[in-house]
């Protein structure tokens, strides 16, 4: 469901993009759209991103087109999300050891709406650091 | 005759404007050696010996030295018919300066920068009213009566809302009228016409209490526009019934909320609201009509709690954003309990190790 979510070109973009947003989270995907497991957390995200268009902005970077952000984000792994609000990136305790980002294909909608509303609401109130309901020390795979 | 020079920087010191001269040449003598004369005078007309003078003109600027003061004494202090004489010497103020080719005498400049107001300043009176002002005196000098000003200041404009609410209930103003025109039409009207009088005498003391309230309603109008004013709104006296009903409604219409039930901030409205806190801190009693206008339009979240993740568990609830917030504080859910939203219906249950209820309140 690549096709569907917006895409963004050019690092120019990506900033434009994060800042732009007052009032939402923006989430992006680092990847490519080809990639299997991209491919899983992209359908997920566009699935919801009905659901949770009053909070959050959804958008892929293809990390190829756009290589500016690869080694500021350390952006190795094949599918990368990534949180923004208010031009602050936002981290998340999701048990990994890797606050910064969900890289790995997550595949529970409703556990990704609950991250990003609990992300929402915490950014909202000022916090950097959020805590993801759900803990996945042990389920996702490095 | 080789010349010792002072050492010292270049330097303006506090004559800013002042210029060194350079070689500025008033006479033909020359000052550092008067018995001297130069090579351009009419009296030189024989060779030159001393070019080692002439080489040493370039100089930045004439000093005098110590050696080239005439009149010093060497010698310490000394009695005469039981009067201490320090016999003539420029010891101590070579030390601190040196006179310039004009002869100036400039004082030798320190490493660090100093402003001249500084050396001006009495510590002491300093320290005393940094002790005894309070946070707005403290990095203005100001008196004790400017303190008591400022303070007044500072009450006054958390309550300009609540002034303005007073005026309306209390109908002190005419629908139509200005506050001028209301105070001119409590207090004003003292002409009273001989017959008139004659009335008011015969009715006894019927009159008198008319204009007594009469009295109180001008004064205490007259107080709330000078709170108001006193906030800050300058034109209170201009602004009709009608005005002040529209300021006070505005003020008080309950705010825009979003899907959360969290307030919705515009982009204009994220500076004002700083400002709005700090209003309704102070500000108690609309604080309290804000709030349950606000309970009542907003769905809350609510959540349903069981002790294990499991099928057969119990479920509990709903309870209440805040109900979840006291119990978590308290230490209910320490050995562990698991919750989900009411409108998660068929979600996963989530630890409340892992769950932030303030953030849902």
Redo the contacts between chains.
């Keep these: 469901m690549s096709y569907m979510l917006q895409h963004l070109h050019n690092g120019w973009q990506v900033d434009q993009a994060i800042l732009s947003e007052e009032d939402r989270v923006v989430v992006i995907r680092f990847g490519h759209d080809w990639d299997p497991t991209c491919m899983k957390m992209d359908e997920v995200l566009y699935n919801i991103a009905e659901k949770v268009k009053n909070f959050a902005v959804m958008y892929l970077v293809d990390i190829s087109e756009v290589p500016d952000f690869n080694k500021m984000y350390e952006l190795y792994d094949p599918c990368t999300c990534m949180f923004f609000f208010r031009n602050k990136h936002i981290m998340i305790d999701l048990g990994t050891g890797n606050n910064n980002k969900i890289n790995w294909p997550l595949e529970d909608k409703q556990e990704m709406i609950d991250i990003i509303e609990t992300l929402y609401r915490g950014a909202r109130k000022g916090r950097g650091l959020v805590v993801s309901p759900k803990d996945y020390s042990t389920k996702y795979k490095y | 005759m080789s010349r010792k020079r002072a050492p010292g920087p270049y330097s303006y010191d506090d004559d800013e404007d002042y210029v060194p001269s350079k070689g500025v040449k008033y006479s033909n003598v020359d000052e550092r050696d008067p018995l001297k004369v130069k090579k351009h005078t009419l009296d030189s007309d024989e060779e030159e010996e001393d070019d080692g003078i002439i080489e040493k003109e370039p100089e930045s600027y004439n000093e005098t030295t110590q050696e080239g003061l005439d009149g010093q004494e060497d010698g310490a202090l000394r009695l005469e018919d039981e009067q201490v004489i320090t016999p003539f010497n420029m010891k101590e103020e070579m030390e601190e300066g040196h006179f310039d080719g004009d002869g100036f005498y400039h004082f030798k400049k320190d490493a660090d920068i100093k402003d001249a107001w500084l050396e001006d300043i009495d510590w002491v009176k300093v320290l005393l009213k940094a002790a005894t002002s309070n946070k707005y005196g403290n990095r203005i000098e100001a008196s004790k009566a400017a303190n008591d000003v400022m303070d007044a200041i500072a009450n006054t404009a958390q309550a300009p809302m609540s002034s303005f609410k007073y005026i309306i209930p209390y109908p002190l103003l005419k629908p139509g009228e200005t506050v001028a025109r209301a105070l001119k039409r409590y207090g004003g009207n003292k002409k009273i016409s001989s017959a008139q009088r004659w009335k008011m005498k015969k009715k006894g003391g019927g009159g008198g209490d008319d204009t007594s309230s009469e009295m109180s309603s001008m004064l205490q109008l007259t107080e709330l526009a000078n709170t108001i004013i006193g906030g800050g709104n300058m034109d209170v006296y201009q602004e009709t019934y009608e005005m002040i009903n529209l300021k006070v409604q505005r003020s008080s219409a309950p705010p825009e909320v979003?899907?959360?039930g969290?307030l919705?901030?515009k982009?204009e409205d994220i500076e004002d609201k700083e400002v709005k806190d700090s209003k309704e801190q102070k500000d108690g009693e609309d604080h309290e009509n804000g709030d349950t206008n606000e309970a009542e339009n907003v769905p809350k979240v609510t959540w349903h709690l069981k002790w294990e993740n499991t099928e057969e568990a119990e479920t509990h609830g709903p309870f209440e954003t805040s109900h979840m917030v006291a119990w978590q504080e308290s230490g209910y859910f320490d050995k562990g309990a698991y919750v989900r939203k009411v409108s998660?219906e068929?979600?996963?249950w989530?630890?409340t190790k892992?769950?932030?209820f303030?953030?849902?309140e």
Excluded: N
């Design positions: 979003d899907m959360f969290d919705v901030e982009k998660d068929g979600g996963s989530y630890s892992r769950i932030d303030e953030l849902y």
